[in-house]
């Protein structure tokens, strides 16, 4: 089975403050994906990552950031965070297949409040 | 503007019958459609997939359809049972980038 793991489950930090979420998977899956899930608003792209140092923005990626420094792990950085930026981070991973016939493995979610 | 509808934020539905939850999309370039289940504090698990060469997949209690002149999807599920309570989100895919554009989602909520 495929294991994606976020280190925090629960993260309260700062306004203003630089925060790391750190996602790893362990089926050497080319490709991650950051979300942030909001109620009323589903599952949100921030950023993509095709391979190691490959980054594509998502469809809100302002106020974010990314590093992909190894295959394994993707970690998402809010550089100076904000009371919006309060939500459920999900990481998410899927192998390169050539029909694209395969579903995005998630981790369990960090969930962050900034105070 | 949304490319994935689900127009119903909740559904309530008692155990052992069928619950019918929908999706619309607007582009008619997506090729791979998905349903993800999501509990509270969980990330969301893979439910099943469609292609948009065919028009239904089963698996189990799980049915989804596929109308592509509608563009809508659904998810049937029979018998519905207490733990499938749950939020369900469908998620569309166009292109080979691997991006998957996902609903708002529907909380099904199944009645003992």
């Known amino acids: 089975d495929v294991k994606v793991t976020q280190s925090s489950r629960y993260l309260v930090k700062r306004t203003g403050e630089k925060v790391f979420l750190e996602c790893v998977q362990d089926?050497?899956?080319?490709?991650m994906f950051w979300y942030r899930q909001d109620p009323g608003l589903g599952l949100r792209l921030i950023y993509f990552?095709?391979?190691?140092?490959?980054?594509e923005k998502g469809d809100i990626p302002e106020g974010y950031s990314v590093s992909r420094e190894k295959k394994e792990r993707f970690s998402l950085i809010l550089e100076s965070a904000s009371t919006n930026q309060t939500s459920m981070y999900l990481c998410?991973?899927?192998?390169?297949?050539?029909?694209?016939?395969?579903?995005?493995?998630f981790g369990d979610g960090t969930r962050l409040s900034i105070l | 503007d949304q490319q994935v509808k689900q127009n119903s934020p909740s559904l309530s539905v008692q155990e052992g019958r069928i619950s019918i939850l929908n999706c619309d999309y607007t582009?008619?370039?997506?090729?791979?459609f998905l349903w993800y289940k999501k509990y509270p504090a969980e990330g969301p698990t893979f439910l099943i997939s469609?292609?948009?060469?065919?028009d239904k997949n089963e698996d189990g209690r799980f049915t989804v359809f596929l109308n592509k002149s509608a563009k809508h999807l659904s998810l049937h599920i029979v018998p519905s049972q207490p733990g499938d309570s749950a939020v369900y989100f469908c998620?569309?895919?166009?292109?080979?980038?691997?991006?998957?554009?996902f609903g708002k989602g529907t909380l099904l909520t199944v009645n003992p």
């Open positions: 469609i292609s948009s060469i065919k």
């Open positions: 998620a569309v895919r166009g292109g080979s980038n691997y991006k998957l554009t």
């Open positions: 089926m050497d899956h080319e490709n």
């Open positions: 998410a991973s899927i192998p390169w297949d050539s029909m694209g016939r395969q579903p995005q493995h």
């Open positions: 582009n008619s370039m997506f090729d791979y």
């Open positions: 990552s095709y391979d190691v140092k490959m980054k």
